[in-house]
């Protein structure tokens, strides 16, 4: 019997449908394939895997770990003081932008500290400060320290938010500092320069120092990443350090002086190879060719001070910061002593 003329014929619909499952399997299998091969990248390549924001944000938080904190800063901005001279106040009434110095508080009750090698005895009654709230203070008297060229002030007023100081033994090269003037520059230490030529050297005065290559105003605070005084900018753009402060602090706070007990010695670092009873050893220290104490004499050779040896990149720190009661361990005669030294002796 023939088909009815208005049906496909039965083989053809027989091919079409063989074609569309053959398509559809095709269809099916590239699904497959694209969703294996996406499944096995994930599984092979966790790390890259999110969106691209992510990364930026964790970029982001590195570079800001680097950066000072607004936190920090405004601690070192409540602990600091502008200090202005009197009479160059406009119509006795407006300060002018640029002040004389920042001082570190350093006691709640109105002791702080600044750098101002130009300071005169007595000139004190001339200055004024203002604090972070913009409330200016009196400066009811001054201690002027001539080994540092750092001026303590003391501010009428009470309360005030004091400065944290820096251990000096913890700075070191490469380590970034901020300094505060009129705005915050970041800086880094490098190495200590030599700063005295001469053989003959004093063992109060620093040999080596930190400095900066670009230059900033005198007396600007230098600051470390946890908001502690470093110390101040000299005159010659180098570091004025902060470990004269530590060791005179007390004596300001509670005698209104300064007191450096070590007294003056003059002499030539030394550091070769010595003879001794056919034997050789290496000698680390100062051949003394001056002295002001009645216990030490020219000849002599300083190589301990409290207990440490000679390093003659921190021998003033050593000398000028050395707690009392001062232990010194010479050689004379091929014998080691040691004495306890003071100023007057």
């Known amino acids: 019997m023939s088909s009815a003329p208005h049906l496909p014929d039965k083989k053809e619909n027989e091919i079409t449908t063989s074609l569309g499952w ?4 095709v269809l099916l299998s590239g699904l ?13 390549t966790p790390t890259i895997t999110g969106p691209s924001t992510n990364r930026i944000s964790i970029q982001s938080k590195t570079n800001q770990s680097k950066k000072l904190d607004s936190l920090t800063k405004e601690q070192v901005e409540q602990r600091t003081v ?39 005895q007595g000139s004190f009654r001339r200055l004024e400060a203002m604090d972070g709230q913009g409330v200016v203070h009196e400066v009811e008297s001054a201690v002027y320290d001539q080994q540092s060229e750092l001026v303590y002030l003391n501010l009428k007023g009470d309360n005030f938010r004091v400065s944290s100081i820096a251990d000096w033994n913890q700075v070191n090269t490469n380590q970034p500092v901020w300094l505060y003037d009129q705005e ?7 190495s200590k320069q030599k700063v005295v030529s001469s053989e003959v ?28 005084l470093i110390g101040f900018i000299g005159s010659e753009n180098n570091i004025i350090p902060a470990w004269y402060i530590s060791s005179q602090m007390n004596n300001v706070l509670s005698e209104q002086l300064v007191n450096y007990d070590f ?14 009873k056919n ?7 100062v051949y003394i060719t001056k ?29 000028l910061s050395a707690e009392k009661p001062i232990k010194i361990t010479i050689l004379k005669g091929g014998e080691t002593e040691t004495i306890t030294l003071t100023k007057n002796n």
Not at 22 to 25: G, H
Not at 279 to 285: A, F, Q, V
Not at 295 to 314: A, D, L, M, V, W
Request: aromatic share 12%.
């Open 82 to 120: 502008k200090v202005y001279k009197k009479e160059e106040k406009i119509q006795n009434k407006y300060y002018k932008d640029d002040f004389l110095a920042k001082a570190a508080l350093l006691s709640s009750d109105g002791w702080a500290v600044m750098y101002y090698p130009e300071y005169v």
């Open 22 to 25: 053959f398509f559809l399997i």
């Open 184 to 190: 915050w520059q970041k800086e880094k230490l490098e």
């Open 279 to 285: 034997r050789t050893k290496s000698l680390n220290g």
């Open 291 to 319: 002295s002001e104490s009645r216990k030490i004499r020219p000849g002599e050779i300083i190589t301990k001070i409290n207990g440490q040896e000679i390093n003659k990149k921190e021998l003033a720190q050593t000398a």
């Open 263 to 276: 007294p003056e010695l003059k002499g030539i670092i030394i550091n070769d190879v010595v003879a001794e």
């Open 201 to 228: 050297i004093s063992l109060t005065t620093p040999i080596y120092r930190y400095s900066f290559i670009r230059s900033y105003k005198q007396g600007t605070p230098i600051i470390n990443k946890q908001g502690e």
């Open 32 to 44: 497959a394939g694209v969703a294996s091969a996406l499944a096995t990248d994930a599984w092979l």
